[in-house]
């Protein structure tokens, strides 16, 4: 294979991964879920052995194709344009994949609601059913400054069996067993964090008990992710 040749087929490696890290990523700015660059996105293929993630200081109306970068699980870096580098979190994305073989998409979003949460360093309790897109609960991660191994140590011991865990003072991630998975359980969460917000403004939010959260996840199991 010719240099041009090699350069082209490891420009059409998870193309699909990188389009639907581009859909998601103008639905996450869209939906209010982020601004700016903020936030990040990434998709492991686990045949392939490469996660497509969003690159770091790229406004995301600008990204292109070629922007998403391409790594292995050990970090390397397979595929990038010469003047992009991937996510600062790119640590906890690899570190979530490592933890569990049933994630295979990671989001990370600054959403508004979540985010108060996280900034209270409050967990989010289930006050809505809808919670148990996380699980029985949203747990926090400790605090540590992003971009660390720290960070990444912190957010792979507390996601544990959830699907989205509050980082202090810093926002939320949802992961899932594809990208559609995981940005329904980051948009479904911030839904949970604005209600639980608004109870407390005017009253005592009622916490559903723990037996009928066992209800919840039951159903939510047999009707399949993300069914309600
Ligand atoms: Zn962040």
């Known amino acids: 294979m010719s240099l041009s040749e ?4 490891t420009m059409m490696k998870l193309l699909h991964e990188r389009k639907k890290i ?3 990523s103008l639905q996450m700015l869209n939906s209010g879920l982020t601004t700016g660059s903020g936030g990040n996105l990434s998709i492991f293929n686990r045949r392939e052995g490469l996660i497509a993630i969003t690159p770091s200081g790229v406004e995301y109306p600008e990204l292109t194709i070629e922007d998403i970068i391409l790594l292995d699980i050990d970090e390397n870096i397979i595929n990038s344009q010469p003047n992009l580098k991937p996510s600062s979190e790119v640590g906890f994305h690899i570190a979530l994949y490592q933890k569990r073989s049933d994630i295979n998409a990671v989001i990370h979003t600054h959403s508004p609601y979540a985010t108060t949460f996280a900034c209270l360093n ?3 309790l289930p006050v809505h059913y809808l919670v ?3 699980g029985r609960k949203v747990p926090l991660s400790p605090y540590a400054t992003f971009g660390t191994r720290e960070l990444a140590n912190n957010i792979a ?3 544990d069996d959830y699907n989205a865990t509050l980082l202090a003072n810093h926002g939320l991630i949802a992961v899932g067993s594809n990208i559609e998975n995981a940005f ?4 479904e969460i911030e839904f949970v964090a604005r209600i639980y917000y608004q109870s407390e403004c005017i009253g005592k939010p009622s916490i559903i008990p723990e037996n009928e959260m066992d209800k919840v996840i039951e159903k939510f199991k047999s009707y399949g992710s993300g069914k309600k």
């Open 157 to 159: 011991s507390t996601i």
């Open 22 to 24: 581009i859909k998601y």
């Open 122 to 124: 409050r967990e989010i």
């Open 184 to 187: 329904n359980t980051a948009q």
């Open 132 to 134: 148990a897109f996380a």
């Open 6 to 9: 090699c350069i082209i087929f």
